[in-house]
């Protein structure tokens, strides 16, 4: 899907020059160090969200050739944060990428929104196990915690804005083992694990790839995650093959997992047909595990 006719699109000869929202974050800091890598010129947003004359003076100081939002709520340690805190919640989920999104589009601008495909539970027409994935156009279905309520509404209303190109990010994970945000580094020392297959996404692999489609002008929902599915001990035992033998874990169920937490988690498959046919090159989940986190962290000797 390329850039709009009924916004104004950029000049072909305009130079790319990003500006992202999101410095302190995860995203946006590895988003910082790709741009650098691959020479390109960008800034890092200062106004708030919800401030909509602060993302006007960005702009103006910038003149940016897109905008990126890797900003947002997730939550500290995790998304029960958002249940006790859902003014904040919803200033920075719904009104400022909202906002974000209408100034950029005033300016006709592409914004490249990293957001959540934990908006989807399996359900009686896609089944655990089926592989029948939920597609970008599909209405979430879980709202079962108020991050994921936030991030399903204003991603329905984002639908409007034809500038935006919207980025279900799922369970991210990336090759630094040591960031406390990876997935896996979050369930290697969970006390417990429950063990259902899920998509996710490899940033190490992806986040080129949302370059890449800011590059070319993609705008609408897409599936943020690489195709396939894989469960938490799928992912655990590879963590126990290529980096610690004498790593364990033990199991716990859903029920019992509902008990230690404040608000439910969501599980499920998405269909990554779309991203996959505009790049042909993308991995499934187990093979992108395996060449970008696993065997760039493989230890080759045990003390």
Request: with cysteine; net charge neutral.
């Amino acid at each position: 899907m390329g850039f709009p006719v009924n916004v104004p699109s950029q000049s072909p000869t305009k130079p790319l020059n990003f500006l992202i929202y999101g410095k302190t974050g995860w995203i946006g800091g590895l988003l910082g160090k790709l741009c650098q890598s691959q020479s390109i010129p960008f800034a890092y947003g200062s106004g708030r969200l919800e401030d909509r004359r602060s993302l006007e003076a960005d702009l103006a100081a910038c003149d940016p050739s897109h905008v990126i939002n890797a900003a947002g709520v997730t939550g500290r340690p995790n998304v029960d944060w958002c249940e006790s805190h859902k003014v904040e919640t919803i200033r920075a989920n719904v009104v400022g990428t909202l906002t974000l999104a209408d100034v950029c589009r005033e300016r006709g601008l592409i914004l490249i929104n990293y957001a959540t495909g934990c908006i989807f539970e399996y359900d009686a027409e896609h089944p655990l196990g089926s592989g029948v994935g939920f597609k970008e156009e599909d209405t979430p279905n879980f709202i079962g915690s108020f991050y994921s309520k936030t991030k399903a509404m204003v991603e329905d209303l984002l639908r409007n804005y034809e500038n935006v190109c919207t980025l279900r990010v799922r369970m991210p994970i990336s090759s630094d083992l040591s960031n406390p945000r990876n997935f896996i580094t979050k369930i290697s020392r969970y006390e417990k694990v429950v063990n259902i297959p899920n998509s996710m996404t490899i940033l190490d692999e992806l986040l080129p790839i949302s370059i890449e489609m800011a590059k070319r002008n993609l705008t609408g929902i897409w599936n943020f995650t690489n195709p396939g599915v894989v469960s938490h001990n799928e992912i655990l035992e590879m963590y126990r093959e290529y980096i610690d033998p004498n790593f364990t874990w033990k199991n716990f169920t859903l029920v019992e997992q509902a008990q230690v937490i404040v608000a439910p988690r969501s599980n499920n498959e998405l269909d990554a047909t779309k991203l996959s046919q505009e790049f042909p090159e993308l991995l499934s989940i187990k093979e992108s595990l395996i060449k970008y986190v696993f065997k760039p962290n493989q230890k080759t000797s045990v003390a």
